[in-house]
């Protein structure tokens, strides 16, 4: 008896601990825990958790990425990770209007003009060397998603 009352209060702290800190958000990817995470290169990483990238744009169908608003997720490049709150989720047609709208010093920090992260973001590859951010595929993926940390 006591240890079913003791099991059912480790569960209620677990609970609260949850609601507490957030849970991270599934967006897919295999780690054991399930939660993944967005993964970035450097120096988008380093910008990010230092607080200064405050936007992670992504293209592809927003639904992928709505459930992470108001959750904590993992964003990690190679070994190092931390963890962000998601605050809002907002889709564009174009990079150049996700650009345009969201403001190039909150999304490249570290580059010195919108021609610059224009560039920048023109230059990212897949590992299969494919221009994610390419006019025909981000129209190909359906759009920009700006991802909005705190």
Request: hydrophobic letters at 40%.
């Amino acid at each position: 008896m006591i240890y079913s009352v003791l099991f059912i209060l480790f569960l209620l702290i677990v609970v609260y601990v949850v609601l507490l800190i957030g849970r991270p958000a599934v967006i897919g990817g295999n780690n054991a825990g399930g939660s993944v995470d967005i993964h970035v290169q450097e120096p988008w990483y380093t910008e990010i958790e230092s607080g200064r990238k405050t936007i992670e744009g992504r293209s592809g169908n927003v639904h992928k990425y709505t459930q992470m608003i108001g959750n904590y997720i993992v964003i990690s490049s190679g070994k190092k990770s931390c963890r962000k709150k998601v605050i809002a989720i907002r889709t564009y047609d174009t990079l150049e209007e996700f650009i345009d709208k969201e403001g190039w010093k909150n999304m490249a920090p570290q580059l010195l003009s919108k021609e610059q992260t224009t560039q920048a973001y023109l230059n990212v590859q897949s590992k299969e060397g494919v221009h994610i951010f390419s006019p025909s595929e981000v129209q190909r993926k359906g759009g920009m998603i700006a991802i909005e940390f705190e």
